[in-house]
């Protein structure tokens, strides 16, 4: 035999070629089929003709996986081959970052984000940085048009899915994945573990698991236990889960952004997310991606793809804002990519690349038909072709082994629909009946499903049932000819894109179509059990709302909807549960109040619905209906609470007040709406009589009890409490007493005791509203698990009762965990109202202010901005530019005018009452700071305003610091005339300090010795406040002690009281004010802390002793002696020492 190479074989008509059969040419791997090779098989994993969007993507995860943002281009469009480094810092540093992808539909955003995943992924492979275990980690999820029938979150419910099939349930390729992904829920479960939002046994942990029953593994640590897969499954059903707490949006948004956050930080790449068909979001769903977009102090390490159709999406859609708003706040750290129709020579590529044709001119004629017809949408192109295909204009040539067509242009043109839809419908009509009835029964339903659950939802009635291999057979059939395709991410076929899905839709005809969904309907309701199959009962109810009236049992499909209703209100989404709601209130019109309980039951539910999302003429509607046909009162009370709470939600809280008296009166108690002397005196016997010579303390020993009337009796209370009405107040909360102790407590008297005893407390009755105070935090005790209520009546106490004698500082905390705990709960008014108390009573504390104090102050402001409480911003500006003006040098240091507030700007802008309020709380806090910084002008300008107010205040640590400063200034001025407000001020601090108050003495002796300066008065005072903790005012009472003692010549004394002044503004954060007086006193700019003293030990940096040589007036030595000096003592705490009336010994 000749020596032949080794590549050369008979057959291959003398080329030198490896032996191949005909697939190979073809690129068909299973080509000896005929009818395989009529088909045509698109190129995959290429894109075509977006190179520019797709350099976007990959610099801007090149940005964050580099830790440098410098590195992107400056003209927003990235080179292709930009290559990624995946070296940076900790993940926790570097922000997310958040593109929006527009497109019309079949445009190729899927496949754009697809290839950039592709792209990273690959590259990271061939980085030196790969361990060959941390893969980069995506997830998506996507939206249908059918979200009514979807539950709430369905795409970020599919996001977590994925998470946890990739990481929990092992879907790796490699042991090294597995172990690399058996690390990394370690690794979360540790931090979620340790988290005070979603850890164990909290309510965003139980939240979650609620509304993402797929998480659970994840969040339970059950994925480190062989039987992972019972315990998922061992779920509680829906039922059950309606019994429980109903999470606020607010909690949803903070649980999972804790999670998120917990999960990215754990990862060595960023982490990306990807939102498909954002157009089509549910309410909640475009409320929680606000907030996770808009997020830019917490959530880092994460990419969020947003895509969405751009013809969809006008300027009123809700994404719309959504985009605006995120833009507004991340800046640069979002990118907006949109994708156009591909060109002529991008269409031109992929044609010949799908049909085998080498060169391009060889399709001209093909293009020159198609791309009119579908404007370079890429799914329509390939839709067109499988159309030609179909018509055998497009046919492939067995014996040349090639595509070819032998009609001429116009005929193929003729040969090519305009409408996408009709053109998949005539594909559906060549498939067999069996995948026609499968894809019509995936098309109703809103997201991906199994073997089994497709086998139960095709059982019919004509014993033509399929079973689950057939089943199997019949979806890679489907796929095969482009219908479906499989996701590795939810392990189950879906739609190849939306446009098959309307086609499978409109492909039933009506009457079949309306036997088919009742039957779908009936199955999913009975395999809607257990949180995971929840979607079920969301997709069935939507079903038979689709169905006219004569298809369906009215009532039942009422009592579905109720309970469906529930089940969404449960899982936080009250936009579902109106939604469901106003069909049942549809379905029942024709024969409202037939069947009265069910008639009395909607309307009840759709007034609970309207008030909380604020329809108030939906709810006045409905509440007329019940009241014109309830039966009894018990069956009116709610809608007669619901137009009260709504009066109440208007700030009109005196009518509020008068409506809700006359709602309790319906019960007999005749609450007069204006009580007299007269009436407060025989309601206070009766509540004597009732007590029986026993104490609030009393109440304890009641039974806990469910009266929906007391939450009446508190709403009136503190409706009559914020519209100034007392003796009201006195009369309905004594009567709510009563009640209590002739039926038992119920959650809501705690609250309302707080409204009695902050009106006591404003009234001087500190003793009696301190006893009210402490029972109210007792019984509260037994609704903790009610986090709103505990969180509101502990704020309500420590703001409005408990401070009158407890230290700030015992406070504090409590204060701040009430603001986390009612923001969770999505209760923001009172949430910013303790956040509020917690910041006073951090200044009036004397607590360390600094950078990052003030930045808590803007992450507060920034949220009150975005919930559109400009009020509550305001009063935090006022603070942060407190606290800045403090910290930092100004040559105006009592103007309230920096980057943090400027004061002129926002009062111009504000209602008069908004204004009024503003400008006593700005005053108070340049009072405070004219004193510090001993501006007497300022003094006196504050004083005359603030003059001008009721001296009193329900928020016991903003009265606090007015009153206190407001005494001090006032005998810091020179005026007399200023001395009856300080006396005042004294007067209020004395009695609170015979009550037993710690909070009183420093103030007290403080202004007393400003009143009457002595050695001994300062001494008492400085003592005073140390003992309290209060460093701020014993710095002001050393200075202002020095101060006197340079006007007796005690200069070595002096000194060292400035000295310790300076080291205790230092240490509190007012660095600004240090500064000063080492400019007015300049031998403190040598001073040095001794090592291992506290805060006012100090020595000389020269001698050891209290003075140190100085160049200007102050304490300064002279050729080795002191200068003394004497002045006449008239004390005026705003003059320095060159103020002082000098004379020279």
Not at 981 to 1010: D, E, H, Q, V
Request: glycine share 6%; with cysteine; proline share 3%.
């Amino acid at each position: 035999m000749p020596d032949y190479d080794d590549n050369y074989v008979s057959g291959c008509h003398g080329t030198v070629a490896e032996q191949l059969d005909e697939a190979y040419y073809d690129d068909r791997s299973d080509a000896d089929d005929d009818m395989e090779k009529g088909r045509i098989k698109f190129p995959k994993n290429k894109l075509y003709g977006r190179d520019k969007e797709l350099g976007v993507l990959r610099q801007l995860y090149g940005a964050m996986a580099t830790n440098n943002s410098e590195e992107r281009a400056d003209d927003g469009a990235a080179r292709e081959g930009t290559r990624i480094s995946f070296a940076g810092s900790s993940p926790s540093n570097i922000d997310s970052r958040v593109v929006f992808l527009s497109g019309y539909s079949g445009v190729g955003k899927s496949a754009l984000v697809a290839e950039f995943i592709n792209q990273i992924q690959q590259e990271y492979n061939n980085s030196a940085a790969n361990d060959s275990s941390s893969p980069v980690l995506h997830f998506s999820g996507k939206y249908t048009q059918q979200s009514s029938g979807a539950a709430p979150f369905s795409a970020v419910s599919e996001v977590f899915g994925n998470i946890v099939s990739s990481l929990v349930n092992g879907q790796q390729r490699s042991e090294e994945e597995k172990k690399y992904t058996r690390s990394l829920c370690t690794k979360i479960w540790k931090k979620i573990q340790s988290s005070g939002v979603i850890g164990p046994d909290t309510d965003g942990n139980e939240i979650l698991i609620e509304i993402f029953p797929s998480l659970r593994p994840l969040l339970d640590g059950s994925f480190a236990n062989n039987n992972k897969l019972q315990r998922m499954e061992s779920m509680s059903n829906v039922e059950d889960g309606e019994k429980k707490g109903e999470p606020t949006m607010n909690a949803v948004k903070e649980s999972t952004s804790e999670l998120l956050t917990l999960i990215a930080s754990s990862l060595q790449r960023p982490l990306i997310l990807f939102l498909d068909d954002l157009q089509w979001a549910d309410g909640p769903s475009m409320e929680l991606l606000l907030f996770l977009l808009a997020n830019d102090t917490q959530l880092k390490n994460l990419m969020f793809i947003c895509a969405y159709r751009s013809n969809e999406v006008g300027v009123d859609h809700p994404f719309a804002n959504i985009m605006t708003k995120v833009t507004e706040s991340r800046g640069q750290l979002v990118a907006k990519v949109d994708l156009f129709s591909l060109s002529q020579e991008a269409i031109s590529l992929f044609i010949a690349d799908s049909i085998g044709m080498e060169e391009v001119d060889s399709v001209a004629e093909l293009v020159e038909v198609i791309y009119p017809k579908t404007m370079g949408n890429i799914f329509c192109v390939m839709q067109a072709l499988e159309e030609l295909v179909r018509k055998n204009a497009l046919y492939y040539d067995i014996m040349c082994f090639e595509w070819r067509w032998t009609v001429d242009k116009v005929e193929l043109a003729n040969q090519v629909s305009a409408d996408v839809v009709e053109t998949i419908k005539d594909k559906i009509k060549g498939l067999s009946t069996d995948i026609q009835r499968l894809l019509s029964v995936m098309a109703f339903i809103p997201q991906s499903v199994g073997v089994p659950v497709l086998k139960e939802l095709l059982m019919n009635d004509e014993d033509n049932s399929l079973d689950e291999n057939k089943i199997a057979s019949l979806l890679k059939e489907a796929s095969e000819d482009g219908m479906l395709m499989w996701s590795t991410e939810s392990r189950n076929y879906v739609f190849s894109h939306d446009r098959i899905r309307e086609a499978s839709r409109e492909y039933v005809v009506e009457e079949d179509r309306d036997k088919m969904l009742r039957h779908m309907a009936d199955v999913l309701q009975r395999l809607g059990k257990g949180s995971k199959m929840e979607w079920c009962l969301y997709t069935a109810v939507d079903l038979l709302n689709s169905l006219p009236p004569d298809k369906v049992d009215v009532a039942d499909l009422i009592k579905l909807n109720l309970r469906v209703s529930k089940i969404a209100r449960s899982r936080g989404s009250p936009e579902k549960e109106n939604m469901l709601l106003r069909e049942s209130l549809e379905r029942l019109q024709p024969f409202k109040w037939n069947n009265y309980d069910q008639s009395l039951e909607v309307y009840n539910a759709v007034i609970a619905s309207e008030c909380n999302l604020g329809n108030g003429d939906s709810m006045s509607t409905a509440i007329d209906e019940v009241l014109d046909h309830a039966k009894s009162l018990q069956d009116k009370f709610s809608a007669y609470f619901a137009m009260v709470q709504h009066l109440r939600i208007s700030k009109d809280y005196r009518t509020a007040a008068h409506e809700g008296v006359k709602v309790l009166n319906m019960y007999s108690y005749n609450i007069p709406l204006q009580p007299t002397k007269i009436d407060l005196i025989r309601e206070k016997m009766k509540l004597i009589l009732a007590f029986k010579s026993r104490s609030y303390a009393s109440l304890l020993k009641l039974p806990i009890i469910e009266d929906p009337i007391f939450e009446l009796f508190n709403q009136v209370c503190w409706d009559a409490l914020f519209s100034g009405q007392p003796r009201l107040l006195m009369v309905v909360a004594w009567t709510a007493i009563r009640r209590a102790i002739e039926k038992g407590v119920e959650r809501h008297l705690p609250h309302m005791l707080v409204a009695l005893g902050t009106l006591l407390g404003k009234k001087g009755n500190i003793k009696a509203a301190n006893e009210i105070g402490n029972v109210a935090l007792t019984v509260s005790e037994n609704f903790r698990d009610n986090k709103a209520d505990y969180s509101s009546t502990r704020f309500a106490n420590y703001a409005g009762i408990i401070f009158y004698l407890q230290s700030f500082r015992s406070g504090v905390d409590i204060l701040h965990q009430c603001y986390k705990d009612l923001r969770f709960v999505g209760r923001f008014e009172p949430a910013l109202g303790s956040q509020l108390n917690y910041i006073y009573a951090y200044f009036a504390a004397g607590y360390q202010m600094g950078t990052i104090f003030e930045s808590k102050l803007l992450v507060v402001d920034e949220f009150c901005k975005s919930i559109d409480k400009s009020g509550f911003a305001a009063s935090f500006q006022i603070h942060r530019q407190f606290a800045m003006n403090l910290r930092q040098r100004s040559d105006h240091p009592t103007f309230l005018s920096g980057p943090a507030f400027q004061q002129d700007t926002a009062l111009a802008n504000m209602s008069d009452q908004a204004r009024k309020m503003t400008l006593r709380d700005a005053s108070i806090f340049r009072l405070e700071l004219a004193f510090i910084f001993n501006d007497s002008e300022c003094m006196a300008e504050m004083l005359e305003t603030l003059s001008g107010y009721p001296f009193e205040d329900q928020v016991i640590s903003r009265f606090y610091i007015r009153a206190c400063f407001m005494g001090l200034a006032a005998f810091s001025l020179a005026e007399k005339n200023y001395h009856a407000i300080g006396n005042k001020c004294l007067k209020y601090f004395r009695r609170m300090k015979k009550l037993g108050s710690t909070n009183a003495p420093p103030a007290y002796f403080f202004i007393a010795a400003l009143k009457k300066p002595t050695k001994k008065a300062f001494t008492t005072a400085i003592d005073s406040c140390r003992e309290a903790s209060m460093p701020h005012l014993e710095a002001m009472a050393r200075e202002r002690y020095a101060m006197f003692l340079l006007t007796r010549n005690e200069l070595e004394l002096a000194n060292s009281c400035l000295t310790s002044a300076y080291w205790l503004y230092f240490d509190w954060g007012a660095h600004g004010k240090s500064l000063s007086l080492a400019r007015e006193y300049p031998f403190l700019k040598a001073v040095k802390r001794a090592k291992g003293t506290g805060t006012g030990s100090h020595v000389s940096s020269r001698s050891g002793t209290a003075t140190a040589k100085s160049a200007v007036s102050g304490s300064v030595q002279n050729s080795g002696g002191i200068y003394k000096r004497q002045g006449t003592f008239n004390y005026n705490s705003t003059m320095s020492s060159r103020e002082l009336i000098k004379k020279r010994r």
